[in-house]
């Protein structure tokens, strides 16, 4: 029994390591380094490109109840991000190289994987797993197309933050703290006034883009939008979106400042910094000159500026089982990006399901049907479901999943027994693994 995954991202690493832990032998296929994709930069396996982080290890929120399902499940990328975490606040992030690099040593040191570089330029025969991200090369993407002649694809693009060096920031106009001082101390504030906020909204605004073929601001994913987009929407919408001061007051004066930017770390070592919800496709030579204009990072030393590309996915509903399997071709399955699962952790976890889903049939064994009460199980739900007539990309959240029989007071009350009540299925299910 052997299976080709085709692509070694974070849903291509998890499927390939549930498939080998249930002794089902796997080729790993991955076109880096030979040929790379305008967003990614590093030969490595799992490599991070939009953010370092996972977002919240909270169980009130869902990334963090899917967080938690997978670690209890045994999953390969959360134990790799587990160890490689950085300080976040309520966050889970993670050192980018150091995280990809235990991924890669992982994946090529098991004995039962077996890894091929070049691109992949046709499906090949036998069982596989197509997990070729959001960036599918042009060759394998018209393979696939070649499946559904008759679905239409839909794409979007989305977009990555710059990262600066942390001696280049001005600690003199910045500060460390989480907001409402929860956790630990780990982003760096950088504050501006209303004159400062308004002058760098205006020049925001009026900034050179780079050239995207085909790209318009209707077409971008809301979860991961460029800055200047966001600012477009108004004058305000930064002050209450990823500028915003509510909960971190300025220790020089003790008082919210009209505005903040915030930084996270981006390596163990605490040199570099992301900014935070700058997504952006502006020119390289604007974003220096227009981020610049927050006051603590006038003379910042740029590592990697912010790049936007297109991101590829499939009509999903139409095309994929709860297994994420093609619909009347079986030995074909989906994983990752691709289907339309948005987020680190929800293509993680598409990985999972579809490696251990996949193995229990070669091994003969009755699918595990993570019920949707699951996070890992709704998001599959969701994906596979032929009601919804316009997909678009879904981070997990509550709302896809059940509700509780029964009336809870308070939001986080109830996403607490919601928690509570997928945990409980996910130990039972354990015992199935």
């Keep these: 029994m052997d299976v080709t995954v085709i692509g070694a991202g974070l849903a291509g690493c998890e499927c390939a390591w549930q498939l080998v832990r249930r002794g089902i032998s796997v080729t790993l296929r991955e076109m880096k380094p030979h040929k790379m994709t305008p967003a990614h930069h590093s030969p490595g396996f799992a490599e991070l490109v939009c953010s370092n982080s996972l977002r919240s290890d909270q169980l009130e929120n869902a990334v963090g109840l ?137 020049e925001l605004c009026a900034a050179q883009e780079a050239e995207v073929h085909g790209f318009e601001d209707k077409n971008v994913f809301e979860g991961c939008m ?6 477009r929407r108004g004058v305000q919408t930064l002050a209450f979106g990823p500028l915003k001061p509510k909960g971190l007051p300025d220790p020089k004066t003790g008082r919210e400042p009209y505005a903040v930017a915030q930084l996270r770390r981006d390596n163990a070592q605490g040199t570099l910094y992301n900014l935070v919800g700058f997504q952006t496709h502006l020119k390289w030579g604007e974003q220096k000159r227009v981020f610049s204009m ?52 929800e293509s993680t976890a598409s990985g999972f399901l579809a490696g251990v889903e996949l193995a229990r049939r070669l091994l003969g064994q009755p699918p595990l049907d993570f019920p949707r009460e699951t ?5 599959a739900a969701y994906v596979s479901n032929e009601s919804v ?7 997990i959240n509550f709302g896809i999943m059940p509700p509780l ?15 509570t009540r997928s945990l409980d299925l996910v130990e039972a299910l354990k015992e199935r693994l």
């Design 375 to 379: 996070a890992v199980g709704a998001l």
């Design 389 to 395: 007539a316009d997909f678009q990309p879904m981070n």
């Design 294 to 345: 927050i006051p603590a990072l006038k003379n910042a030393e740029y590592v990697r500026y912010g790049v936007m590309h297109r991101n590829t996915y499939l009509n999903s509903p139409r095309l994929l089982d709860r297994y994420y399997r093609v619909r009347g071709n079986g030995r074909i399955v989906f994983a990752g990006q691709i289907t339309g699962v948005e987020g680190y952790v």
């Design 66 to 202: 899917l967080k938690e399902e997978l670690r209890r499940c045994g999953s390969l990328i959360l134990r790799c991000a587990d160890e490689t975490r950085v300080e976040a606040g309520g966050a889970l992030a993670v050192d980018r190289e150091g995280f990809s690099q235990a991924v890669t040593d992982a994946i090529r040191s098991h004995p039962k994987i077996t890894v091929k570089e070049g691109e992949v330029t046709a499906i090949p025969d036998g069982e596989v797993v197509i997990a070729s991200g959001p960036l599918t090369s042009d060759a394998l993407f018209q393979a696939i197309a070649g499946l559904f002649p008759e679905h239409s694809y839909l794409n979007f693009f989305d977009a990555a933050a710059p990262i600066v060096t942390f001696e280049s920031i001005d600690m003199d106009r910045a500060w460390f703290a989480s907001r409402y001082g929860r956790g630990t101390a780990d982003y760096i504030n950088c504050a501006l006034s209303e004159e400062e906020y308004l002058a760098f909204w205006r």
């Design 226 to 231: 460029p800055v200047e987009v966001m600012a």
């Design 405 to 419: 029989d029964h009336r809870v007071k308070g939001k986080r009350n109830k996403n607490a027994q919601l928690s």
